[in-house]
């Protein structure tokens, strides 16, 4: 670690009692021995070529750290930056700003911009990396611009919510496992017993509406299955999931939604004014606002509703708690270093026993 330089005042008792700095890697001498090695050469009239001899450098060492502490005392032993005080060949900003531009603009590598600007690969790579954009996945897909990822400070302070789609299961299984023809079959025989055919007389498995909230803090999940997305859908569905919340120790401040028709009607404002809760919707156009719920409809796509053979509607919906009881209390979040989101409920009752 580096310190400040003449600002701080060290005296001879700090260096004897603690070690306090990390000198440069490359070193010969820490700090307390390059104390040491001066106050011989200045206080008790060693040579340089005795001190240097003593602690095994060089004869123009000593004399550079006796020199120091004579002029600055203590403070003088301490590491200073080696970034030299002029760079004429650094890059300048101007030229900085065209690559930052076109890797923005056009998503392009270190050697294409190079190319087009008629510098070396590596001047624009180290400029990239400067700038924290060396990485595409750094940059947002839409706007060019870099990632803005933000976290509440505390369970509660908001939630998302969102709804996601899943086409039902015909009877025997659909066609994600199942031959095309299989499941054309499993779908004529299911609308057979349920009834259920369109316009055109085909038959109408159905749709699943998948109501989720996540909290942006803990990433703890609450889902229901529903057979619509309308308002007075979502609005139960929030109720529900507070109290839910509450029963974990979590109160319910904010709520982020998108853009869709149940979450800009009058009855959400409504509802969520009764529950005193703020209601906040994203930017039209920007899902990543509500990135946490999109990527967790991403997770449960892959661990729950394509994880495995259903054989029925049914069959995936008796899944469902038991898969959102394994992703809020054993399986590993990224996130969170590796931990379950029930890991930052810390007022869940018994969680310090």
């Known amino acids: 670690m580096k310190a400040s330089g003449c600002e701080v005042e060290l005296s001879r008792n700090r260096f004897t009692n603690q070690e306090a700095f990390v000198s440069h890697v490359n070193a010969a001498l820490t700090p307390r021995a390059r104390l040491r090695l001066a106050q011989l050469v200045v206080e008790q009239g060693w040579t340089y070529a005795a001190a240097a001899k003593m602690f095994m450098v060089a004869e123009r060492t000593a004399k550079k750290w006796a020199v120091r502490y004579r002029t600055e005392g203590p403070a003088g032993m301490l590491d200073r930056s080696s970034r030299p005080h002029r ?3 650094k890059t300048n900003v101007q030229l900085m700003r ?6 923005w603009r056009k998503r392009l590598g270190p050697v294409q911009i190079a190319g087009q600007l008629g510098m070396a690969a590596s001047t624009v790579h180290a400029v990239l990396t400067r700038c924290r954009i060396n990485r595409l996945s750094h940059i947002d897909r839409v706007t060019g611009e870099p990632l803005r990822r933000y976290e509440h400070a505390y369970p509660g302070s908001l939630i998302h919510v969102d709804v996601t789609k899943f086409a039902n299961i015909p009877d025997g299984g659909g066609h994600k496992f199942m031959s095309r023809q299989q499941s054309r079959r499993n779908a004529r025989q299911t609308a057979r017993r349920t009834g259920e055919r369109n316009k055109r007389y085909q038959p109408r498995i159905g749709i699943a509406f998948l109501h989720t909230v996540i909290d ?3 990433r ?3 889902a229901e299955i529903c057979t619509d997305e309308k308002a007075s859908t979502a609005i139960g569905v929030l109720r529900r999931a507070i109290a839910w919340f509450a029963d974990h120790g979590v109160t319910v401040e904010r709520v982020l939604s998108d853009n869709g028709s149940a979450y800009r009607s009058y009855a959400w404002r409504d509802a969520c004014t009764e ?6 919707r994203t ?9 946490k719920v999109e990527r967790f409809h991403r997770t449960l796509a892959d661990g729950w509703a394509y994880a495995r053979l259903y054989e029925s509607t ?3 919906n008796d899944a469902l708690p038991g898969w959102l009881h394994s992703y809020n209390h054993h399986r590993a979040h990224s996130a969170l270093g590796g931990q379950p989101p029930v890991t930052r409920l810390t007022n869940l009752p018994g969680h310090h026993n």
Not at 283 to 291: I, K
Request: charged fraction near 25%; hydrophobic fraction near 25%.
């Open 87 to 89: 760079s004429p060949t």
């Open 98 to 103: 065209r690559i930052v531009k076109l890797r």
């Open 216 to 218: 942006d803090h803990s």
């Open 220 to 222: 703890v999940a609450y």
């Open 275 to 280: 529950l005193g809760i703020t209601a906040k």
């Open 283 to 291: 930017r039209a156009y920007r899902p990543q606002t509500n990135g």
């Open 314 to 316: 049914e069959h995936r």
